[in-house]
């Protein structure tokens, strides 16, 4: 194994277990994912591209990719996803033949992808806890326990609820912010 092969499966273990509860939580296989050097295509004036092989453009399903640069030193820890297009053989341009695996090559545009937000940050997280431990159902109603005459009062800002405290609150925001 070339030195360029072990620095790229290492990179490729490293990124995915950093990427591996996001993966798991949404179903996606390990083989969905996938370590791309991203260069500036001639072909395509300069646009910022992966080589993607006709095989895996052939998968219809998603990919999700992480760039780098063809050391596989330099990485883009970021998590992309590549949806997939059924109409890649007519979009895309050829790169190359690989003799090796007899299959082409493709540019694909990194445009294409969308960068997937793979943390929660953790003043959302700590939001989302507090929210929790504040709801007293006995003190506030659940939204499932909504009714459309409810939705109506609110909307029209008018205590028609067949519940006093939403009518109380109406009134109360009624002459509040006359």
């Given at each position: 194994?070339?030195d360029?092969?072990e620095?790229?499966?290492?990179a490729?273990k490293?990124?995915?277990e950093k990427?591996a509860?996001?993966?798991?939580?949404?179903?996606?296989?390990?083989?969905?994912f996938?370590?791309?050097?991203e260069?500036?295509s001639k072909?395509l004036g300069?646009?910022?591209c992966?080589?993607?092989?006709?095989?895996?453009?052939?998968?219809?399903?998603?990919l999700?990719?992480?760039?780098?640069?063809?050391d596989f030193e330099?990485?883009?820890?970021?998590?992309?996803?590549?949806?997939h297009n059924?109409h890649?053989?007519?979009?895309y341009?050829?790169?190359q033949f690989?003799?090796k695996?007899q299959?082409?090559t493709?540019n694909?545009?990194?445009e294409?992808m969308?960068?997937?937000?793979t943390t929660?940050k953790?003043?959302?997280q700590q939001?989302?806890e507090?929210?929790?431990?504040f709801?007293?159902?006995?003190?506030d109603?659940?939204?499932?326990?909504?009714?459309?005459r409810d939705?109506a009062?609110?909307?029209?800002k008018?205590?028609?609820?067949?519940?006093?405290?939403?009518n109380s609150?109406i009134?109360?925001?009624?002459?509040?912010y006359k």
């Open positions: 194994m070339s360029l092969q620095k790229r499966q290492k490729t490293e990124l995915l990427h509860s996001y993966l798991d939580a949404n179903g996606i296989k390990a083989n969905q996938v370590l791309k050097p260069y500036p072909a300069g646009t910022r992966v080589s993607m092989f006709a095989s895996e453009l052939n998968k219809k399903t998603d999700y990719i992480c760039l780098t640069n063809f330099t990485l883009d820890d970021n998590l992309y996803v590549y949806k059924p890649w053989k007519e979009e341009t050829t790169n690989i003799e695996i299959d082409y493709y694909v545009p990194t294409l969308q960068r997937v937000e929660v953790a003043s959302t939001k989302l507090l929210d929790v431990q709801i007293d159902t006995d003190q109603a659940m939204m499932e326990s909504l009714t459309i939705l009062a609110i909307m029209m008018a205590p028609l609820s067949k519940k006093t405290w939403l609150m009134d109360q925001a009624r002459t509040h």
